[in-house]
């Protein structure tokens, strides 16, 4: 397993696929935090949207890589191919949230000093929208039914929707059930504000549904990947 993950992040860097997503997302933060003063939360709510986007992004790079079938035979499980693919992003995930959370710090871009519980609250949605995007990258990137161009189409499709779900639902309502299949993202950033460091019942609540539409998003995904391996 170790020796295909390896390889897997190897041969993602050898194919250069990281540079546009990685560009995208260096310059988002560099012109982000050109100047100083900035509040924290909401700094970090932005963030958490770009690290989002360029996790849902990469994933989509990450899983269409090589012609599984060839690998397959390589490994002894055809799950380790799917779990080993998780892992390339999740190592990826690690390195943009590190630096989205980190950075602002290094060069003093916030207008205040940087409490535990905006780390706390920064840390816990930067990663939760970095698994999110990785899901929506690893769904659409197993779906046999379209072809790659539309796939990717249809991962940035839903990255972009659920951002404003919320705003969406309260202007037509009729679209909120088809909405809950979108990755529930105010849920989390809505928590990263700067007048909401309280955290109370809802916060829990709220946490209860991101795990829960997490483990559903990761078996749905998984059982696609089954379906189009047979």
Known sequence: MQGFIRYQAIS???????????????????VFYAYSGVPVMSSYAVTCLAVYLTMAWIAMSVFSLETRNLLFVQLPQQSMYFWGKWL???????????????????????????????????????????????????????????????AWLSAMLITVVSIPAEGIIEKAGWLQWILLLVPPVIRVIGYLGDSMLRLGWDFWMDILWVIGYFVVSLFVAYRMFRRKSK
């Open 12 to 30: 993602y860097i050898r194919s250069l696929k990281f540079i546009p997503p990685l560009t995208v997302f260096g310059a988002w933060i560099l």
């Open 88 to 150: 390339v992003c999740l190592f990826a995930a690690v390195l943009l949230t590190g630096f989205a959370i980190g950075y602002p710090i290094l060069i003093g871009s916030f207008k205040e000093v940087v409490q535990p519980i905006h780390l706390i609250l920064a840390i816990y949605g930067h990663v939760i929208l970095a698994l999110f995007g990785i899901s929506v990258g690893a769904f659409f990137a197993n779906t046999s039914a379209s072809s790659q161009k539309f």
